[in-house]
């Protein structure tokens, strides 16, 4: 128990991806987190296969992406529902989506977890809960029969897809239902011909075989004439079968290390946050995993979440604060659940459908139209809402060259330790001025800028800035243009509404 009377400032249902980045992100932030898991350990199944350019940054931004960078393998293209999509070196540093196994990334994420002092305590489902004005109260289910009680100032629900947290907080989670059934394995694949590549489709669905080892392959068949009851269980057989019935072989596969099932499903909570409840990654939105992107949304929601909860944990930022993540994930959440709608549109058996490719893969050759579909799935073109009209307002900080007296060569090194930046490429000391009052959250940069442009995803060049106030998740708060009288009320407006009012010495 800690002196407060609570056993950690947050309880985090689940330690999948996102789950054990909030922990990460709350941990850097000072706070004290417990992350309580229903399974007994890590399953090695293997999921999701990719990162998308943003959340590679969002690594970078922490000084960790080295480690995945290690093991994944970067790809020359992307995909929209199976239609290529080409990427652009100018937008990322990391302008690739990297194959690489969500068991792998949790696996990183858990030891980066632990180094940071978080706690996992595994075997430990939550069973039950209760919010009152101080805490949260919850109840775990730790081995059959027995239970234990835990109380937190805030629970986070990143229980995945089928959240009893949201269950028990009576969040809304509309959407459409299933209409196919997707089967899943990691299986050997012997007699897959050679010049195989990626998706084909059928008169019934398609199937798609991805190598990860020589030998072994992810294979996934999606049928359209079906729709699974969820709670029945999923085996081999019905994969083979599948298999079967869409490629007309089964290639030989044996040897499965995993099998699973998913579909269509597009559902999101209504609410991110329920008093001191909040739900994050699929316990708050789930889709059809068309273009990789549910576990890149998982981790950015909690990149979103993590330094606003800490910051509320420590008294320094108004509970408000918490409302902004329901209005700047919500709409990004709507989004992708909108792009994999019109993905598992385009992928549907029958030749209106096969028509439909023809002419939207023609229209992606076309640069814009690969370029507006290329921001969707990276997510390098979200923007939220944070008032001024500067263009780099509410997007994400392009990762630019400069130089400090500390020896950081580019942006993404002064966001290492989730703190807030105040980044004065101007060189005047009217805003370390302005800014004195949040001196003790906010670290003032001053640097030189290499660059006399910077290049924004969805907007081409624009002239370098002047100044930059960078929120910890790497969004910009408010800037300034080169020549433009310093507005020290607009940057003290910033200052306030995300990081709290300023210490009066
Ligand atoms: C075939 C397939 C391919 C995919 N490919 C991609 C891809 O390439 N890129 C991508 O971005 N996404 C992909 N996804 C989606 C991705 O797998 C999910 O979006 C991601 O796992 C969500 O992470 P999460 O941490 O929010 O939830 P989960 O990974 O579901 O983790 C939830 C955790 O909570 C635990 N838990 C559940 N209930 C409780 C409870 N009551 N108490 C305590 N713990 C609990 C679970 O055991 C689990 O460990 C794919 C999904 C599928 C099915």
Known sequence: MESSGVDADVVIAGAGPTGLMLACELRLAGADVLVVERLAGRTG????????????????????????????????????????????????????????????????????????????????????????????????????????????????????????????????????????????????????????????????????????????????????????????????????????????????????????RFSDAARQAAQYRKGRVLLAGDAAHIHFPAGGQGLNMGMQDAVNLGWKLAAVVAGSAPEALLDTYHSERHPVGERVLHNTRAQSALARPGAQTDALRDVFGSLMEFDDVNRQLRGMLTALTVRYQVGGDHPLAGRRVPDAELKTSDGATRVYELLHAARPVLLDLRGSADLAAAAAGWADRVDLVEAAGEDDYWIVPDLDEIPAPAALLIRPDGHVAWAADAGDPLDVSAVRAALTTWFGPARQD
Do not use: N
Not at 87 to 95: L, V, W
Not at 231 to 243: A, G, I, K, Y
């Open 45 to 260: 199944e293997s999921r999701a296969g990719g990162m998308h350019s943003r959340t590679l940054e969002v690594l970078d931004q922490r000084g960790i992406l080295g480690r995945f960078l290690a093991i994944g393998d970067p790809q020359p293209v992307g995909h929209f529902s199976g239609l290529y999509l080409e990427f652009d070196e100018s937008e990322s540093r990391y302008p690739y989506p990297l194959m690489i196994l969500q068991s792998d990334i949790e696996r990183l994420l858990e030891e980066w977890a632990v180094e940071l002092g978080v706690r996992i305590r595994w075997s430990s489902e939550v069973t039950g809960m209760r919010q009152d004005g101080s805490g949260v109260t919850v109840e775990l289910g730790t081995a059959p029969g027995k239970t234990r009680t835990l109380r937190a100032r805030y629970l986070v629900g990143c229980d995945g897809g089928r959240s009893a947290v949201r269950k028990l907080s009576d969040i809304d989670f509309p959407g459409t239902p299933a209409t196919m059934t997707a089967l899943i394995g990691d299986v050997e694949l012997p007699d897959l011909p050679e010049d195989y590549v990626w998706v084909r489709r059928s008169p019934t669905g398609d199937y798609s075989a991805i190598a990860f080892e020589p030998g072994w392959y992810r294979v996934i068949t999606s049928e359209y004439d079906r729709v699974a009851d969820r709670d029945e269980p999923v085996t081999f057989e019905q994969l083979r079968e599948s298999l079967v019935r869409v490629a007309g072989t089964d290639f030989g596969m044996h040897s499965p290390r995993w099998v699973s």
